[in-house]
């Protein structure tokens, strides 16, 4: 039995990644509960190597024009819509076991935002005595459309750190919650009551996260032990396509060497973790500190065989050669760096700098540190020439670098997604609001943000063949990739093979195709490696 229960929903979508679903805030928010004396469990339900077929929701229907059939190809992208987790019965009948008063239901993502609505259908269900809060972003930037489910009690927004222990105490002694910061409720009359996201006053005065309540082993990569970090909050940039940038209530904060150093011996000592991925929005902005974490990595661990990442990126003008030394030094094996986009109007707009000549410098370095890069675009935003995102493709064709591409959605929080419901082009449901939902059709369409999409695995595959043209390979898929590709070539269009051997033809722009093939023949590609 427990006094507060903890639970990461299952979702729904085309495909998951699960090293990125490791449930960082709710183990950080159980860290603080134990400290305060309760007795707190988690319940995971994405930790199942499980996932079952489900139908496509009637919403995206429209998805079955670019998403037509099964690909086994290399320039694959999605067929089959699954549920990735475990049952919302299951966790209903692990939910009434715990007998906990408070259960807490992380909601990050808003297009994940109906399947933690079911978990808190059925957690009342089973558990019709516990008061249900509901966290993550999500609820923080849209309370009002939580607070309207009635299985939801409260919403606290921004930092949950800050708020759970204070509402944990208060429910447990029956004390009144309305001061406790980020809460939001229904009143008497049920008149919504919202309070601002609450916010840590110290990011380095909390304790590691307690990971010894969830099941490490699912997230094991290549049978190493595998962990998240934060080493700080927010972000000091403006990009109007972000929720947690300056523009948004998050400020920007690092924090103490100390207390990331804590974290990482836990980590890597008690937990065996290996590969650890920053979730910093913008790890190396502050260049000093950065460093002087990299020397105590060094220092406190160089011994130790870590695979270090930053997976939300990395912006290319905080690099220079002494940084990315260090960072190869510490344990890092890749860059995963942003370029968004290098057209200067849509720089403008995104409110972001033009980091060309950066990004060039930081995969020349990478390359002579045998580091490997992947470069982010953008396409599909408001008001965005998908011709732009074309040359964005060519730009990153002669780079040594794997080419991210990114359908832009608008999220809740930030100003595009202000700019797309002042224009009428939020899709009519949030959760459409994701990138495999190709949510946007404005100055490019969505037949063209699936052209730039496959245009990318396109690319990516040339670059393969660029590497591995004196190397075994994986020969079946290769050849086929290959065969496309000549098609491709020969006239512009797109093609997938199924489980059969059937070759059919994929909806794409054949106007975006036949720039993309044009501009390749004044380049040179170059590969990752």
């Keep these: 039995m427990s006094d507060i229960l903890l639970i990461q929903p299952p979702i729904r979508d085309f495909y998951l990644t699960a090293k990125r679903t490791i449930p960082y805030g709710l183990t950080s928010i159980a860290s603080l509960l134990l400290q305060e004396g309760f007795d707190v469990e988690i319940i995971d339900g994405l930790a199942s190597k499980k996932s ?4 496509l929701p009637v919403e995206m229907g429209y998805l079955r024009e670019y998403y037509t059939e099964s690909d086994i190809s290399p320039f694959s992208l999605f067929y089959h819509y699954r549920h990735y987790g475990y049952s919302f019965e299951h966790i209903g009948l692990q939910a009434r076991k715990s007998g906990a008063y408070l259960v807490g239901i992380s909601s990050l993502f808003t297009p994940y935002a109906e399947e933690a609505l079911k978990v808190a259908e059925v957690v009342k269900r089973n558990l019709p005595g516990c008061k249900i809060v509901m966290g993550g972003h999500h609820p923080t930037s849209l309370p009002l459309e939580v607070l309207k489910h009635p299985a939801v009690d409260l919403v606290l927004r921004g930092e949950g750190e800050v708020s759970m222990p204070l509402l944990a105490r208060a429910l447990k002694e029956n004390t009144p919650v309305r001061t406790i910061p980020g809460i939001c409720f229904l009143d008497e009359q049920k008149q919504p009551i919202i309070k601002p996201p609450a916010l840590m006053d110290n ?21 190493r032990g595998t962990t998240v970090i934060m080493a700080g909050r927010g972000c000091p940039m403006k990009c109007t396509y972000c929720s947690v940038s300056r523009t948004s209530y998050l400020s920007y904060r690092t924090r103490s060497l100390e207390s990331i150093l804590e974290e990482l011996e836990m980590a890597i000592n008690r937990h065996d973790a290996r590969f650890i991925d920053f979730e910093d929005e913008n790890l190396s902005f502050n260049r ?10 060094i220092e406190n661990f160089g011994t130790v065989d870590l695979e270090l990442r930053a997976m939300n990126g990395l912006l290319p003008s905080s690099l220079d050669e002494d940084l990315i030394v260090k960072m190869k030094q510490a344990g890092f094996t890749a860059l995963n760096l942003s370029l968004c986009t290098i057209a200067k109007p849509q720089l403008e707009r995104f409110s972001r700098p033009d980091v060309r000549e950066a990004f060039e410098t930081a995969v020349n370095l990478a390359a002579k540190h045998d580091l490997v890069c992947s470069g982010y675009i953008i396409v599909g935003a408001p008001g965005q020439d998908p011709a732009d995102s074309v040359k964005d493709l060519l730009f990153l064709a002669d780079k040594r670098v794997l080419a991210g591409v990114s359908a832009f959605y608008p999220s809740p929080g930030s100003i595009e997604f202000e700019r797309c419901k002042n224009r009428n082009l939020l899709p009519l449901r949030l959760s459409l609001t994701r990138s495999s939902a190709l949510p946007l059709s404005d100055t490019t369409t969505r037949k063209e943000v699936i052209t730039l999409l496959r245009l990318g695995r396109i690319l990516n595959f040339m670059k393969f063949l660029v590497d591995t043209k004196d190397q075994k390979q994986e020969k079946e898929k290769t050849d086929i990739g290959k065969h496309l590709l000549e098609m491709f070539f020969n006239d512009g269009k797109i093609r997938g093979i199924d489980e059969t051997g059937k070759v059919y033809e994929q909806a794409a722009s054949m106007e975006l195709t036949r720039q993309f093939i044009s501009g390749l023949k004044k380049i040179k590609i170059k590969g990752v490696h």
Excluded at 203 to 223: G, T
């Design 52 to 55: 079952h077929i489900i139908p």
């Design 203 to 223: 990011v380095s005065a909390f304790p590691p996260p307690a990971f010894q309540l969830i099941n490490q082993k699912y997230y094991q990569r290549n049978k």
């Design 288 to 297: 000093r500190w950065f460093h002087e974490l990299l020397d105590k990595i």
